[in-house]
């Protein structure tokens, strides 16, 4: 491997904030919706244009995404803002079509086990799901774009090793089936760096520009480094809940239209809403650092 220094880094980086739903359906608090409407528009205001909202699932499972529906549609509300939701199923879809998404991430696990106890279908089953989706689409004539999430793509707490010719299979077969891009997600933090270097770089020959986006999971503390592996193969969107990616592009001057400070502020305001539950992150301990504050702290 060539020196990093050597490396053509993508100019400009799109941080979708998954906060709203991966972060919220990881805990027991119930966010109020007035909470998830401020969320959203201090969000916007910071400069983040891309938010996964929540998602269309039964509310009996995940009673803290309930208020997808009114919380995307007053997502819509916001110019240039792109609000995307989780769906598991094809009903989820249909929702999400009909609540005017502009895109739906349909996740898929590599692995089989956790495929199973996860949604109660195989991964091919899962990808056939993609292709009802895609055809009930198609039919409304919606102009949602459909993203077939590969999960467990490094590993599996149920499982273990997940095979990453099975992942690229799936790829493929998301592909095939009608996904109109594909992202990579490392669910469970087992990824390191070469790892992720090494699988992105196969998943970029299949899919090409259709592989649009990296998820990692920081169980591990490897997420900021992982984010900086798949940069250096060209990707150039990911899934974060966390000022700390936003930090770690500004520093690197790396374009992500993003105002630290404000997103600081945010910060602040969803550790209230959320008082009692844990929070991770460092920027928001040390502070950003004097050599960024004397500038503006937005990476245009």
């Known amino acids: 491997m060539k020196p990093s220094a050597t490396v053509a880094f993508p ?3 799109v941080i979708r904030e998954v906060g709203l739903r991966d972060g919220l359906q990881s805990i027991a608090t119930i966010m109020p919706t007035e909470a998830k409407k401020q969320w959203i528009k201090e969000a916007f ?18 009673p803290q995404l309930a208020d997808t529906g009114e919380v995307l549609t007053y997502a819509k509300t916001f110019p240039g803002l792109f609000a995307s939701v989780l ?8 929702r999400a079509i009909d609540n005017g998404a502009d895109l739906l991430l349909v996740p898929l696990s590599a692995s089989r086990a956790h495929s199973l106890a996860n949604v109660r279908r195989t991964p091919d089953e899962a990808v056939s799901e993609v292709a009802r989706i895609r055809a009930a689409r198609d039919a409304a004539r919606s102009k949602t774009i459909i993203e077939g999430g590969v999960s ?6 149920i499982q273990g090793y997940v095979d990453p010719e099975e992942v690229l299979r799936l790829v493929h077969a998301l592909l095939d089936a009608g996904a109109d891009r594909v992202s990579l997600a490392d669910t469970v933090g087992y990824a390191d760096p070469r790892m992720v270097r090494e699988l992105f770089e196969r998943a970029l020959r299949i899919a090409g520009d259709r592989f649009c986006c990296g998820h990692f999971h920081d169980t591990r503390g490897m997420a900021i480094a992982n984010v900086y592996a798949a940069m250096e193969v060209g990707i150039a969107r990911f899934d974060a809940s966390t000022e700390d990616l936003a930090y770690m592009l500004a520093s690197m001057g790396i374009k992500t239209g993003i105002d630290l400070e ?3 502020e945010l910060r602040g305001h969803v550790a209230g809403w959320l ?3 844990a929070t991770h992150g460092n920027v928001w301990r040390a502070g950003l650092p004097k050599t960024m504050q004397r500038a503006s702290t937005r990476a245009e």
């Open 11 to 13: 100019s400009r980086v």
């Open 45 to 62: 205001e910071a400069g983040i244009r891309e938010i996964e909202v929540g998602s269309f699932v039964p509310a009996k499972l995940i």
């Open 87 to 94: 769906v598991p199923n094809l009903k989820g879809a249909e």
């Open 152 to 157: 467990t793509a490094f590993g599996c707490t």
């Open 262 to 264: 404000r997103l600081l």
């Open 275 to 277: 008082e009692g539950e």
